[in-house]
């Protein structure tokens, strides 16, 4: 068996997914781990794989039939995982630049990006516009947490960060 990542777009439609898992399924793969999205009218996905490879070409020759449909892939193999994984909640006023910010502080210490997924939004109170993120962090060393508190923080006064539990 293979490991392929595959990305995926479309504009969105009711049915989309249950057609690329009946691809997957047809060839025999197994859908291991994803992420699907529909963003400003586009459906987004993110799919780990495994499949024979003997399967792998007329898998992609399927999902390529499939209309409207763009895809990258990659051969992938499983990663060593870190040794602990932390979630977050960061609340923040809107403005160019912020995740470049936050990703900044993170790798300055050392931490990956294991996940990241974030909304605009405006207050419902003020209307003053918010960005919003949730991310999972990997990291070798648990007293990088507080490090990467301190640091958030620094971003700026408007800054609300949050563990989530696991």
């Known amino acids: ?20 898992a009946h691809a997957v ?5 197994n859908w291991l781990d994803s992420e699907l999205r529909h963003i400003d ?16 070409d007329p898998l992609i020759e399927t999902l390529e039939c499939i209309d409207g449909l763009t895809l990258t892939h990659a051969s992938t193999r499983a990663g060593k995982p870190p040794a602990f994984k932390r979630s ?12 470049l910010d936050i990703s900044n502080k993170i790798n300055a210490l050392g ?10 939004e ?3 109170h003020t209307g003053v516009a918010l960005f919003r993120a949730t991310f999972v962090l990997g990291m070798d060393d648990i007293a990088k947490q507080e490090l990467l508190t ?11 960060l949050d563990p989530v539990s696991n």
Request: no cysteine; aromatic share 10%; net charge negative.
């Open 1 to 20: 068996m293979l490991r392929y990542l595959i990305t995926l777009q479309a504009p969105d439609r009711t049915g989309l997914v249950e057609q690329i």
């Open 25 to 29: 399924s047809r060839h025999g793969g």
């Open 41 to 56: 009218g586009i459906f987004a996905a993110i799919i780990v794989l495994e499949i024979p490879s003997d399967n792998w």
């Open 88 to 99: 977050y909640s960061l609340v923040a006023y809107d403005r160019p630049g912020l995740v």
């Open 111 to 120: 931490i990956n990006i294991e996940q990241f997924s974030s909304q605009f």
């Open 122 to 124: 405006s207050a419902s």
């Open 150 to 160: 301190e640091s958030l923080y620094r971003i700026g006064d408007d800054v609300v």
